[in-house]
């Protein structure tokens, strides 16, 4: 049941997705940004690559994923919390663990480009939930659902996979 409870969570959020404005604007030809606005005018937004990942890019169970390999960078002018950690507004990196059963999103305070993953820097970790698309795309994709006045639920898509976890405003 609960299986069925989030396959119909996700296709529901990528129906949303594709009806929110301005989820992703390109700036240039490899780089992707999917942005979330809370009621009170803040918000978060996430740079990646976009990329068609090579087989050196794919993601390893229990190994940090780096898409296109270098970390996602997250942006955001207000305070959040991400299981029950609190984020400063700031840049941060951001990485992903994939397991078989559930993916964990890092916010890492380390932004330097080049720098190699440190997990004592790491500033918040959540728990992932997952469930399979059927429209598998052929890189990663990075949106944002606007799921309550202070709740962002950022969305990972790659291959079969939708993962989602929820930002809160503080």
């Known amino acids: 049941m609960r299986k069925v409870a989030v396959s119909v969570l996700v296709v529901s959020q990528l129906l949303i997705a594709d009806h929110v404005p301005a989820q992703t604007a390109e700036s240039d030809s490899n780089m992707a940004t999917a942005v979330c606005d809370f009621a009170d005018g803040q918000e978060l937004s996430v740079r990646y690559k976009d990329t068609v990942a090579s087989a050196k890019d794919e993601p390893h169970n229990g190994k940090v994923w780096l898409p296109g390999g270098s970390p996602m960078t997250l942006f955001t002018n207000a305070a959040l919390t991400l299981n029950n950690a609190t984020i400063s507004p700031g840049a941060y990196s951001m990485y992903v663990i994939p397991n078989r059963k559930e993916w964990t999103l890092i916010v890492n305070r380390n932004v330097t480009p080049g720098a190699a ?53 503080k």
């Open 117 to 169: 993953y440190d997990e004592k820097q790491d500033v918040a970790r959540s728990p992932m939930e997952l469930g399979e698309i059927d429209s598998p795309p052929k890189q990663l994709q990075v949106s944002f659902a606007h799921a309550a006045a202070k709740q962002c639920s950022i969305r990972l898509y790659y291959s079969k996979v939708g993962a989602f976890t929820d930002f809160l405003e």
